[in-house]
């Protein structure tokens, strides 16, 4: 995982979801993990472009469950700038 802050500057709450660096991966909100365009059937279930996620742990567990994001995933903070990747 990558901070952009230092890790004096770092906060470890307040963060908004995971979201997708590519375009190609969408959150199925029915089944609850990441899969991409071409595997879906819109209508059949629902999509977001962002995953609910409120803290560095919770986001560690998502990529262990959902290995398709690993180097995709953005972690991203209502602050500018605490944003974390991975």
Known sequence: M???K???ARIKRYFTGISSTDR????????KKWVH???IVWGE???SSAQRCRT???FRRALKKNPIIKGRAVL???Y???DVYA
Not at 24 to 31: A, R
């Open 80 to 82: 500018i700038n605490f």
């Open 76 to 78: 991203t903070n209502e």
């Open 24 to 31: 190609e991966l969408w959150y199925d909100t029915t089944l």
């Open 45 to 47: 279930h629902a999509y």
């Open 37 to 39: 365009s071409d595997d």
């Open 56 to 58: 560095i742990r919770a």
């Open 6 to 8: 230092q890790k004096q």
């Open 2 to 4: 990558k901070y952009i």
